[in-house]
T-cell receptor
C-alpha cells in the first residue's frame, strides 16, 4: 500500500492522558498536513510541514498539541492532557508540491480519538 | 460570515438525475477550489479541482467556478446510489507566500434514491 498511512486507527483514552498519532505520507511527498474533523463538520486545518520544517500552525493547535516531522518523512501528533473536546478524527494528508498548482493532497484513513 | 459555506442538506435526488451542489467563499484572494467526496466514517477523497473561471468536466462530474460571484459548484450527471455521500468544498487561501492549507466547508450530504 503506497497511500498515506495512519496509526492507530482508533484510540480510546481517559481524560488527562497523553496520546500520540503517527502518519507516514506517500514516500515522495514533501508536504504533510494534519487536520481535525468532528461529526457534521468539514476538516479543520491544524498544521503542515514542508520536509522537516513546520511552516504553519492554526490557532486551533493549542499548546497541548505538538507535531513533529524530525526527518522529513513520518510525522507524529501528540495531544497532552486530553480533554473530551479533543474527541475527533485526526486526518493526515500529504502532497508533492504546494497549492494552488492543482497538485492533489491525499488523505489517510484517519485516526479516531475518543476521550472518555 | 464563514469562509466556505455549503448547504448541509440532505439533498435527495432520484437515480439518473443531475445533482447540483453549491459552495460560496468569502476570501476574494482564494486561488484554487476543490471538491472532495466523503463516505460515512471514511476520509475525504478528491473528485476534482478548478482554478479558472468557467466549467471543468471530468466524466460525470462538472465543476463550475465564478470568481466574481465567489461561487463554485459541482454537478453530478446520471447520479447513482453509490454517489450518496457528503461532498466537501475546499478553498486554498493564499497567505501571502504561504499556500499550505485548505479551508473546508461543512459539506453537503447527498442521497441518491434508486
Amino acid at each position: 500500500d503506497t497511500g498515506v498511512s495512519q496509526d492507530p486507527r482508533h484510540k480510546i483514552t481517559k481524560r488527562g492522558q497523553n496520546v500520540t498519532f503517527r502518519c507516514d505520507p506517500i514516500s515522495e511527498h514533501n508536504r504533510l498536513y494534519w487536520y481535525r474533523q468532528t461529526l457534521g463538520q468539514g476538516p479543520e486545518f491544524l498544521t503542515y510541514f514542508q520536509n522537516e520544517a513546520q511552516l504553519e500552525k492554526s490557532r486551533l493547535l493549542s499548546d497541548r498539541f505538538s507535531a513533529e516531522r524530525p526527518k522529513g518523512s513520518f510525522s507524529t501528533l501528540e495531544i497532552q492532557r486530553t480533554e473530551q473536546g479533543d474527541s475527533a478524527m485526526y486526518l493526515c494528508a500529504s502532497s508533492l508540491a504546494s497549492l494552488p498548482s492543482g497538485n492533489t493532497i491525499y488523505f489517510g484513513e484517519g485516526s479516531w480519538l475518543t476521550v472518555v | 460570515q464563514k469562509e466556505v459555506e455549503q448547504n448541509s442538506g440532505p439533498l435527495s435526488v432520484p437515480e439518473g438525475a443531475i445533482a447540483s451542489l453549491n459552495c460560496t467563499y468569502s476570501d476574494r484572494g482564494s486561488q484554487s477550489f476543490f471538491w472532495y467526496r466523503q463516505y460515512s466514517g471514511k476520509s475525504p477523497e478528491l473528485i476534482m479541482f478548478i482554478y479558472s473561471n468557467g466549467d471543468k468536466e471530468d466524466g460525470r462530474f462538472t465543476a463550475q467556478l465564478n470568481k466574481a460571484s465567489q461561487y463554485v459548484s459541482l454537478l453530478i450527471r446520471d447520479s447513482q446510489p453509490s454517489d450518496s455521500a457528503t461532498y466537501l468544498c475546499a478553498v486554498n487561501k493564499n497567505y501571502g507566500g504561504s499556500q499550505g492549507n485548505l479551508i473546508f466547508g461543512k459539506g453537503t450530504k447527498l442521497s441518491v434514491k434508486p
